[in-house]
């Protein structure tokens, strides 16, 4: 399969209609190519430090959303504030996925660092990630489909280094990622 990636910056310019259309895009490909029907939305992180929140942050805002609004086209979304999903459980949490949802391809969405001139940087692609590796953990891949934040610019920090990243960045990049996953979410017909 093409390995498509885009390019998104956190902030005004933000397209959540573009940014939407692509990630639709992206789930028609796959499904094409593997049959998985069913979406999950699998956001990774820790409610524990700032710089490793996005995830949650962004399993939180679709909730809040999805209990507004009604059922977004039969998507899961696993990974909030109450209930994150980090290095501790993703092994477990995988299991369960593939156990009792075998049908459903996953978009993984989770905190990076990178470049400094990057941070703020937004990247959405087909493939998989390995979170944790960031700051040294050396976690099982997972996702048909990524969402990465940059949300720290520099080599090899360590887990306190993530702790000091400006909450205002990282709710700044959840807001984006759920306007741009929800306007998916409008675009997509029911599959459960």
Not at 34 to 45: R, W
Not at 167 to 174: K, W, Y
């Amino acid at each position: 399969m093409e390995k498509k990636r885009f390019y998104h910056w956190a902030g005004r310019k933000f397209s959540p209609e573009v940014f939407g259309n692509q990630l639709g895009e992206l789930i028609g490909d796959v499904r094409k190519k593997t049959g998985k029907q069913k979406v999950i939305y699998l956001c990774i992180g820790s409610d524990r430090s700032t710089g490793d929140s996005l995830g949650p942050l962004v399993g939180h805002q679709l909730c809040r959303l999805q209990n507004a609004y009604g059922d977004f086209a039969g998507t899961m979304i696993i990974g909030t504030l109450k209930e994150p999903v980090h290095a501790i459980n993703l092994r477990k949490t995988m299991e369960v996925i593939r156990r009792y949802y075998r049908d459903a391809l996953i978009v993984a969405v989770d905190a990076s660092v990178g470049c400094e001139r990057n941070v703020g940087g937004i990247t959405l692609g087909i493939g998989s990630i390995r979170p944790g590796m960031g700051v040294r953990k050396w976690l099982d891949e997972v996702g048909d489909i990524y969402i990465t934040g940059i949300v720290y610019g520099g080599r090899h920090p360590e887990p306190e280094v993530l702790q000091s990243t400006r909450l205002s960045l990282v709710m700044e990049m959840a807001e984006c990622i759920s306007s741009g996953i929800v306007e998916t979410f409008c675009h997509m017909s029911p599959t459960v």
